[in-house]
C-alpha cells in the first residue's frame, strides 16, 4: 500500500502543531507561532510546515532561525508518531497569507469607505 504524500502532510501538520505547542519548551517560539499547512514532496523525503508568526518584522525573523534550530527536535519527535520507514526532512517556512489576507481587507474596507488609498497603502 503507497502512502499519500498529503496524507503525510496531514499529519505532520497536526502534530508538529502538537510538538511546538506541548513539547517545545523554547520562549523564542512559545506562543508566536501556529501551523497553517504543510507540504511533502512525492517521494516522502522533504517536508515544508507553513507557520504563521504572530511577532513584528526582527522578531519573526528570530523566531523563524529558533524553529531552524529546533528542526532537528521536531523530527525526532514526529519520527514515533508517523510510523514511517523513513523520516521526511522538515525545513519550517513563514506563512504570511493571514498578514496578507488582513491588508486585502483594510483596503477594501478603505474602499467601501469612500477613503483614498496612497502609494503606501497600495504597496502589498
Do not use: C
Not at 523554547?26 to 508566536?32: A, L, Q
Not at 507561532?33 to 513584528?56: C, K, M, Q
Amino acid at each position: 500500500m503507497r502512502i499519500r504524500p498529503e496524507r503525510v502532510a496531514e499529519l505532520i501538520k497536526r502534530e508538529a502543531a502538537d510538538i511546538l505547542e506541548n513539547d517545545l519548551n523554547d520562549p523564542r517560539v512559545s506562543g508566536f507561532i501556529s501551523v497553517t499547512d504543510a507540504e511533502v514532496t512525492p517521494d516522502l523525503s522533504f517536508a515544508r510546515i507553513y507557520v504563521s508568526v504572530l511577532a513584528p518584522g526582527e522578531e519573526a525573523e528570530r523566531v523563524l532561525k529558533a524553529l531552524e534550530h529546533a528542526a532537528p527536535f521536531v523530527r525526532r519527535q514526529l519520527a514515533p508518531r508517523l510510523k514511517l520507514r523513513e523520516m521526511p526532512e522538515i525545513r519550517f517556512v513563514r506563512d504570511d497569507s493571514l498578514e496578507r489576507g488582513a491588508r486585502v481587507d483594510e483596503l477594501l474596507r478603505k474602499i467601501a469607505e469612500g477613503e483614498t488609498i496612497d502609494e503606501e497603502d497600495d504597496a502589498t
